[in-house]
């Protein structure tokens, strides 16, 4: 099974929402986390319910950092527009999504994101099925 990880700053809106698409879209062929550089320590509200807006339930994801991660290698590290503060984790793939936080985001704007983000799951699951 391929290790993914999802990292953002916080761990409480872009991150989160990666990993809930990640989780459903890919039940059984990945093992999916995601962490924060500074976690905020709670998911934010506004992710829960654009997520559940999409039927993607992420109410029991916990805002965590790095060092609550498991041990061994990554297959891929995605990080989510955290520049400096992200951190550079050893993967066999690593990409960098520019996406803008959408924490202070009109719901509109913040449903665009949540959506450019699963997309780029989708794209990025369908790559590491090949």
Partial sequence: MKRLLFVCVENACRSQMAEGFARALGAGEIEVWSAGSRPSGQVNARALASMSEAGIDIS??????????PDGAWDCVVTMGCGDACPNLTARRREDWAIPDPKTMEPEAFGAVRD???????RLLDDLRE
Wanted: aromatic share 0%.
């Fill in 60 to 69: 029991k994801h916990q805002s965590k950092g790095l060092e609550a991660l």
């Fill in 116 to 122: 450019l983000i699963r997309l780029g799951v989708e």
